[in-house]
């Protein structure tokens, strides 16, 4: 069974401050892909970033970064110089290439960030 | 590109009346995905539609759950006979299966059964 782990519930930081959000996977797959999406006040999931397991270079995108390690089952996401704008709840989440029909994801519980001016 | 959309985005009911939720995904996305997210839990997978085809289906989705997709286009998530539990956030996901298939989500219908 595949699980998502996201161990820090809330984050509180100051505007410019970098902080990264933690993301621990299991998956018995060899295939599979990670997946970031942000959900700000208004409640719709923004899509953030895909990763696909058989590549592990890091991506950068402006002030986001992402670190996966497989060797560590983790994927985390830095913002760098946070803004006020960065205020959301970020699920890091998982699906499986195995299946054949669909790709299912499953999230982490999510990690509220509260950037302060 | 129009994005996935949802109505209502909100919906108060009483326990034990039905309630019907509508999903229209991004045009030519063939896949379409219904899931819950009750409060401060990240979302669940609930059912996943192939085109016209339910494919897939939560053991989260209980007999009083259904969901259809006529045509291959917008789908629709009936929950009937409401219990106060069923209060969530409904979204509702496409995509184009593919290799890079990646889900985009519309704003959600908001459920709350009194």
């Known amino acids: 069974a595949q699980k998502v782990t996201q161990a820090q519930t809330e984050i509180s930081v100051v505007e410019k401050e970098d902080v990264t959000l933690d993301c621990v996977y299991e998956t018995r797959d060899t295939t599979y892909y990670l997946f970031w999406y942000k959900q700000p006040p208004s409640g719709e999931l923004v899509f953030l970033i895909r990763r696909n397991s058989f590549d592990e270079q890091n991506e950068i995108s402006g002030r986001y970064s992402w670190n996966f390690q497989k060797s560590t089952s983790s994927f985390n996401f830095t913002i760098t110089a946070s803004q006020v704008v960065d205020s959301a709840v970020y699920f890091c989440a998982l699906s499986e290439a195995y299946r054949d029909a669909g790709n299912m994801l499953t999230f982490g519980g999510g990690t509220r960030l509260m950037v302060k001016p | 590109d129009t994005g996935v959309s949802q109505d209502p985005r909100h919906k108060i009911t009483k326990r034990g009346q039905n309630v019907t939720f509508r999903c229209d995904p991004i045009?030519?996305?063939?896949?379409l995905y219904w899931y819950r997210q009750t409060l401060g839990q990240g979302p669940e997978f609930l059912t996943y539609f192939q085109n016209e085809a339910q494919l897939e289906k939560s053991r989260l989705l209980s007999d009083r759950f259904s969901a259809e997709r006529p045509k291959g286009s917008f789908s629709t998530l009936e929950i009937q006979r409401t219990e106060q539990g069923d209060s969530a956030m409904y979204l509702c996901a496409s995509s184009r299966e593919g290799q890079q298939e990646t889900q985009y989500f519309g704003p959600g219908t908001r459920l709350l059964v009194l």
């Open positions: 045009s030519e996305h063939n896949r």
